[in-house]
């Protein structure tokens, strides 16, 4: 089973800007997504952004879009989250996730990391 690490989180302030880094032991065919996911204790597991390592293609939550920025670098198995102009709202447990069927109601996980808190706060 892949394991992923999630690093990069922390304290910033609004319109600050963080990399959130997800190192993977491997890649496998059977989830080809690597989706980031956050959560606020007591609200749902929310998507941001998706990456299918077979084509390049991303996907960004509404709420992500403009600001969060996914990309993978092959040689370190790594995928990251580049989030710019953060805001209060953005603070939360984010999580990477392989994955199928990314924002479908056929969403199937495989591996999930142990998550990093990211808090925006003045």
């Known amino acids: 089973q892949v394991q992923l690490v999630e690093s990069g989180g922390g304290l910033v302030q609004p319109g600050g800007s963080l990399r959130l880094s997800c190192a993977a032991s491997?890649?496998?065919?059977?989830?080809?997504?690597i989706g980031w996911f956050r959560q606020v204790p007591g609200q749902e597991l929310e998507g941001v952004s998706c990456l299918n390592v077979r084509d390049g293609t991303t996907y960004y939550a509404d709420s992500a879009k403009g600001r969060f920025t996914i990309s993978r670098d092959n040689a370190k198995n790594t995928v990251y989250l580049q989030m710019n102009n953060l805001k209060p709202e953005d603070t939360a447990v984010y999580y990477c996730?392989?994955?199928?069927?990314?924002?479908?109601?056929?969403?199937?996980?495989?591996?999930w990391g142990q998550g990093t808190q990211v808090t925006v706060s003045s």
């Open positions: 491997g890649f496998t065919s059977d989830y080809y997504q």
């Open positions: 996730a392989t994955l199928t069927g990314w924002a479908t109601a056929r969403m199937d996980f495989g591996s």
